[in-house]
């Protein structure tokens, strides 16, 4: 167990012999916010008001288990000799590509069988995903992980954030650099932007292949400062996000580029009505 400064008890309250962790309190939040503002954009762009809720039914589970499953392939000599901890989440461990990759396939299945476009849902989704990202990066910080390299006070007093943070970054005698907070600070810029390229009109897909751009180079540069990356079968020098960053930036551009060329007429953000038709309660006149 770490030895900090003004440390906070990673146990947020306990069910009797249940311990509940911030981690997963703070998850779980970032769950739920992400899904309110989801399904307000997805009743206003004429979806039916259960379709979020049916579609996160699968998806948050399996999500969770691709981001534990992602984390543990590349940590697998930490977990080949204690297999019981391959299922304790609780204690941080969750690669966030892991569970983005499983959440896309989900939702690929998910839309192809209700029949709606895969594109027309991620493009909606786009800034409830970077909620989730942006709220859950705190479960980090509370267990103490994912942060980067060694820096001085002085230097995390220079950023001008609170003490309650620079006393938690406290960490084994030395404080370091807290890229939970420069990842989420990223990821709320990045919701903004998003919620005004609502107005642009782009080109279906677009938002969603700009989540994708946007996420990953803010990604690529912080897990650079990180000190527990996660690498490529081990390599050094290869870390695993950087390279899926990279690939996600180069996918986003050439389909950005490729449908524009390829497709005439393409559908767009606003093309669905604003708002579902209602049905009316008045009785038809009798002639």
Same mark, same amino acid.
């Given at each position: ?182 990842? #989420? ?43 527990? #990356? ?49 049905? #009316? ?7």
């Amino acid at each position: 167990m770490f030895s900090v400064l003004g440390s906070i008890d990673p146990v947020a309250f306990s069910l009797g012999p249940i311990d509940v962790h911030w981690y997963g309190v703070i998850i779980a939040t970032g769950i739920v916010i992400a899904f309110l503002v989801g399904q307000r954009e997805m009743v206003k762009r004429g979806m039916h008001p259960e379709f979020l809720t049916d579609l996160l039914i699968w998806a948050v589970p399996l999500a969770i288990v691709g981001a534990r499953i992602y984390y543990v392939i590349f940590e697998w000599d930490n977990y080949k000799d204690n297999p019981g901890e391959i299922i304790a989440i609780w204690n941080g461990g969750l690669a966030i590509h892991g569970a983005l990759i499983m959440s896309v396939i989900v939702a690929y299945i998910f839309t192809k069988k209700r029949n709606t476009p895969f594109l027309k849902v991620a493009d909606i989704l786009a800034p409830s995903i970077l909620i989730g990202q942006a709220i859950g990066r705190w479960g980090n910080f509370i267990n103490q992980e994912a942060h980067g390299g060694e820096v001085s006070r002085v230097f995390l007093e220079n950023l001008f954030i609170p003490d309650w943070i620079i006393n938690h970054m406290y960490i084994d005698g030395a404080y370091y650099h807290p890229t939970f907070l420069y990842e #989420s600070l990223w990821s709320f810029v990045g919701i903004i932007i998003l919620l005004l390229l609502r107005r642009v009109n782009l080109v279906r897909g677009e938002m969603f292949f700009f989540y994708m751009i946007w996420y990953s180079v803010g990604r690529y540069f912080i897990e650079g400062m990180r000190t527990d #990356s996660l690498y490529v079968f081990g390599i050094e020098g290869l870390r695993t996000a950087q390279l899926v960053s990279i690939l996600a930036i180069i996918i986003a551009v050439v389909l950005i580029i490729y449908r524009r060329v390829t497709i005439k007429n393409p559908p767009r953000y606003l093309d669905e009505p604003a708002e579902p038709k209602k049905k #009316s309660n008045k009785k038809p006149k009798k002639k």
